[in-house]
């Protein structure tokens, strides 16, 4: 069973950036797509980026581009998220989610999550 434990989040005034890390645990961690979602109170997940297994190609929500990099270290069994730019609609909880077979927009698909990292951003 693959486990998740994200790291990373914080407050962070509007305009700063953050680095989210996710580690996994187990030894199928190249295997799996990986993606960063988020979630907002009162919200549904959104997605915000997945980077794939191979060759590492990387997918962004319309939101995340050009301000956010996903990336992974296969050695470390780890993905992180760096973000820049950060506006306050970006706050909320940050999950690590991953999956073998997934359609990259649809939380559902993937079948390992982490308990989350809180994300605020002030004004």
């Known amino acids: 069973q693959v486990q998740l434990v994200e790291s990373g989040g914080g407050l962070v005034q509007a305009g700063g950036s953050l680095r989210l890390s996710c580690v996994a645990s187990?030894?199928?961690?190249?295997?799996?797509?990986m993606a960063w979602f988020r979630q907002a109170p009162g919200t549904e997940r959104e997605f915000v980026a997945a980077?794939?297994?191979?060759?590492?190609?990387?997918y962004y929500s319309d939101s995340a581009k050009g301000r956010f990099t996903i990336s992974r270290d296969n050695a470390k069994n780890t993905v992180y998220l760096q973000m820049s730019s950060l506006e306050p609609a970006d706050t909320g909880a940050y999950y690590c989610a991953g999956g073998r077979v997934v359609n990259w927009q649809s939380a559902r698909t993937y079948n390992h999550w982490g308990q989350g990292t809180q994300v605020t951003v002030s004004s």
């Open positions: 980077v794939a297994r191979y060759p590492f190609t990387t």
């Open positions: 187990g030894r199928t961690f190249n295997l799996l797509n």
